[in-house]
């Protein structure tokens, strides 16, 4: 089952599901939240690659039916490169995958094999690497937060947010904040 819109990305993961000869179905996030969704699916993989709607917005969807999701197996993300280690940490859904619009087409072919039941590997989890603090400060960062007003909502020293924040940039691979910043910008762009 496949959540998409009619972008190239969600048309060639469609194709090349129906090209492997596996059952996809492709509907749209107004069908998942209208309940019009099959619920004996296993396997349901969402495009959050999207001209009209911003990754963070679709983002707070998701985690807003989180519990809906937690009866698939295997619930998989695809987001845009830049921004998936930010996703990661940011989604609330702990059996979900995130993947890229730059993934080879074998993870594509063994996300259709799990899905048959052919492969007996374990589900790929997030793998959080941000604490519960840096997570709260990273929500706030991207609420467009500055360090001394996350200082004042969390109770703590504004030094202390700068040295989570740096932390965030190291564990997420971001060399400087202006990157964060394009990083967090992009989120909010559709």
């Known amino acids: 089952m496949l959540y998409t819109n009619?972008?190239?990305?969600?048309?060639?993961?469609y194709h090349y599901l129906i090209d492997?000869?596996?059952?996809?179905?492709?509907?749209?996030?107004e069908d998942f939240l209208h309940g019009n969704h099959n619920p004996d699916a296993q396997t349901v993989?969402?495009?959050?690659?999207?001209k009209d709607i911003s990754v963070i917005r679709l983002v707070g969807l998701l985690n807003t039916l989180r519990f809906s999701l937690l009866r698939y197996q295997q619930p998989v993300l695809v987001v845009k490169s830049e921004i998936a280690g930010l996703c990661r940490e940011l989604i609330k859904i702990d059996n979900a995958m995130i993947i890229?619009?730059?993934?080879?087409?074998?993870?594509?072919?063994s996300i259709a094999q799990r899905a048959s039941g052919v492969s007996q590997l374990p589900p790929q989890r997030?793998?959080?690497?941000l604490s519960q603090r840096e997570c709260?400060?990273?929500e706030l960062l991207i609420a467009n937060n500055n360090n001394k007003r996350i200082a004042a909502l969390l109770g703590i020293a504004h030094k202390t947010v700068h040295s989570h924040r740096i932390h965030i940039m190291q564990k997420l691979g971001i060399d400087n904040s202006r990157t964060m910043n394009q990083r967090?910008?992009?989120l909010h762009q559709c």
Do not use: M
């Open 6 to 13: 009619d972008n190239l990305i969600g048309h060639s993961i």
């Open 20 to 29: 492997s000869d596996e059952n996809a179905t492709r509907l749209s996030y």
């Open 45 to 50: 993989i969402f495009n959050l690659i999207n």
């Open 100 to 109: 890229t619009e730059k993934s080879p087409l074998t993870l594509f072919a």
């Open 126 to 129: 997030l793998r959080k690497q």
């Open 136 to 138: 709260q400060i990273l």
């Open 184 to 186: 967090i910008a992009a």
